[in-house]
C-alpha cells in the first residue's frame, strides 16, 4: 500500500480499482479501522499494517479469502478479535478461505479441513478430530510435530 496515502485513502483507492459498488460505504463498513482512518500507512505499526490489508482483502466480499500468516504480527487481543470476524464472515457468507499458518492453535479455531504440507505435497489431511485420532494425539500442536519430524 503506498506508504504516503492514509488508511481511508488506500482503502478507497483499492476499492474503485476493485470496482467496488458504492465504494465509500464499503470502506466505511470495514472501518473497524476508525482508530487509523486518517493515518499514513507509513506510520502504522506491523499489526495495524495487518488490519489494514485484511480490510483490503475484503473489500470487495471474495469467494475464497486467500491468507498467509493472518494473526502473525497482532497482539493477542486483536489477533483474537480477527479470527473471530473471520470465521463469522466465513459462515454467515458462504465464504472460503485458504489460510496458512503455523499457529496450530488458530488452525484448529479457523479450520474444518486441515492439511499439513512437506516439500509440495500433502503428507496429512482431515478434521482436526481425524487427524489428532490418527496419530494418536491431543492437539493438532503435536500433529504438526509428528508430521514435521517424519
Given amino acids: 500500500m503506498p506508504g504516503a496515502l492514509t488508511v481511508e485513502e488506500n482503502l478507497l483507492t483499492f476499492a474503485y480499482l476493485y470496482a467496488v459498488r458504492r465504494p465509500r460505504r464499503r470502506v466505511a463498513e470495514l472501518m473497524?479501522?476508525?482508530?487509523?482512518?486518517?493515518?499514513?500507512?507509513?506510520?502504522?505499526?506491523?499489526?495495524?499494517?495487518?488490519?489494514?490489508?485484511?480490510?483490503?482483502?475484503?473489500?470487495?466480499?471474495?469467494?475464497?479469502?486467500?491468507?498467509?500468516?493472518?494473526?502473525?504480527?497482532?497482539?493477542p487481543d486483536v489477533g483474537d478479535r480477527v479470527r473471530e470476524v473471520l470465521v463469522r464472515l466465513a459462515r454467515e457468507a458462504?465464504?472460503?478461505?485458504?489460510?496458512?499458518?503455523?499457529?496450530?492453535?488458530?488452525?484448529?479455531?479457523?479450520?474444518?479441513?486441515?492439511?499439513?504440507?512437506?516439500?509440495?505435497c500433502v503428507v496429512a489431511a482431515g478434521s482436526v478430530a481425524e487427524l489428532t485420532a490418527r496419530y494418536r494425539v491431543s492437539d493438532l500442536e503435536e500433529v504438526f510435530l509428528r508430521v514435521a519430524r517424519g
Fill in 94 to 120: 458462504g465464504r472460503a478461505m485458504l489460510i496458512t499458518s503455523h499457529n496450530m492453535r488458530e488452525v484448529e479455531r479457523m479450520c474444518d479441513r486441515i492439511a499439513f504440507l512437506q516439500a509440495g
Fill in 32 to 75: 473497524e479501522l476508525q482508530d487509523l482512518r486518517r493515518r499514513r500507512v507509513r506510520q502504522l505499526s506491523s499489526g495495524q499494517q495487518t488490519r489494514v490489508q485484511l480490510a483490503k482483502a475484503l473489500l470487495n466480499e471474495p469467494e475464497l479469502l486467500v491468507l498467509d500468516e493472518p494473526t502473525a504480527s497482532l497482539d
